[in-house]
T-cell receptor, first 118, second 114 residues
């Protein structure tokens, strides 16, 4: 199993350009997440999808959109990139779904995408 | 809502010495707590997790953590540091039961001195 995969690994954009970060998992997990990691700030949740067909905002959603394409794939789109979006982006997945009798919150992470916006 | 605080953004220990990384949580309900490790230019890897089954949790690479409700703490320890332990460590928590979102601490960078 590949686990969680992300593409691309690196990307440089100019201010105002758009791009989509791709994420896929092969563990049949219900929930998927997008985080950004900035020095000294840990990981902050951008958006998450508790199950196929649903998405919700996290802590820092402004400037981003997401699509849960199917159970495996969860993409993150920057419509008009800004220098403040320079960061490392991580996708994660977990088995947990709301209402489960035994919550399993362990999240599995992809290798990350390092994005620079000039 | 859950919040997680890691004390000390940088910790240095000598090779062979005790490693202690601190994490405190605040939650109105019994929490689920995790420690993750991140090696340079890699994603996060689970070290261990607390899900109320036992207060002393053993993880990979010789790490363990003890859940102390009275102190709202979940500190990570390893008796003898190894050079390969140099990495960034994140504590994370959730309120559990139907809430899949994790709240991460700001991380602690561990340096091992030869």
């Amino acid at each position: 199993n590949a686990g969680v995969t992300q593409t691309p690994k690196f990307q440089v954009l100019k201010t105002g350009q758009s791009m989509t970060l791709q994420c896929a998992q092969d563990m049949n997990h219900n929930s998927m997440y997008w985080y950004r990691q900035d020095p000294g700030m840990g990981l902050r949740l951008i958006y998450y999808s508790a199950s196929e067909g649903t998405t919700d905002k996290g802590e820092v959603p402004n400037g981003y959109n997401v699509s849960r394409l199917n159970k495996r794939e969860f993409s993150l789109r920057l419509e008009s990139a800004a220098p403040s979006q320079t960061s490392v982006y991580f996708c994660a997945s977990s088995e947990a779904a709301s209402g489960r009798a035994v919550p399993r919150n362990e999240q599995f992470f992809g290798p990350g995408t390092r994005l620079t916006v000039l | 809502a859950q919040s997680v605080t890691q004390l000390g953004s940088h910790v240095s220990v000598s090779e062979g010495a005790l490693v202690l990384l601190r994490c405190n949580y605040s939650s109105s309900v019994p929490p689920y707590l995790f420690w993750y490790v991140q090696y340079p230019n890699q994603g996060l890897q689970l070290l261990l997790k607390y899900t109320s089954a036992a207060t002393l949790v053993k993880g990979i690479n010789g790490f363990e953590a003890e859940f102390k409700k009275s102190e709202t703490s979940f500190h990570l320890t390893k008796p003898s540091a190894h050079m390969s332990d140099a990495a960034e460590y994140f504590c994370a928590g959730s309120d559990g039961w139907g809430n899949e979102k994790l709240t991460f601490g700001t991380g602690t960078r561990l340096t091992i001195i030869p």
